[in-house]
Nanobody, 127 residues
Framework: QVQLAESGGGSVQAGGSLRLSCAASGYTVRSYNIAWFRQVPGKEREAVAGICNRGDRTYYGDSVKGRFTVSQDNAKNTVYLQMNSLKPEDTAIYYC????????????????????WGQGTQVTVSS
């Protein structure tokens, strides 16, 4: 049974940092694409960062490039999102998601490419 469990969210002041973790179980993280998305109530889910394991590449949304870093620890079967220089507009619920067997690197930013999602963790950045 595939499960994804996010942790590490919280409240921080602008300019601060947080590291989110996504602990995967029921499968091996290096075998599927995985990504972080975020969502604010009333808005569409936004792709933040992703790892395309078939291509061993990382991808970032334009709004977080240069500030966020996605990585994974295969030994711990965990994916991380290091978030630096946080801004109030980064406030959202952050989700990790596992790509389907058909997922492609080029479409890493599309929620439809992912068929397993975690419960989410809240990140709040105050000004």
């Amino acid at each position: 049974q595939v499960q994804l469990a996010e942790s590490g969210g919280g409240s921080v002041q602008a300019g601060g940092s947080l590291r989110l973790s996504c602990a995967a179980s029921g499968y091996t993280v290096r075998s599927y694409n995985i990504a972080w998305f975020r969502q604010v109530p009333g808005k569409e889910r936004e792709a933040v960062a992703g790892i395309c394991n078939r291509g061993d590449r990382t991808y970032y949304g334009d709004s977080v490039k240069g500030r966020f870093t996605v990585s994974q620890d295969n030994a711990k079967n965990t994916v991380y999102l290091q978030m630096n220089s946080l801004k109030p507009e980064d406030t959202a619920i952050y989700y990790c998601a596992r790509g389907s067997i058909w997922a492609t690197c080029g479409n890493w930013y599309l929620p439809a490419e992912y068929n397993y999602w975690g419960q989410g963790t809240q990140v709040t950045v105050s000004s």
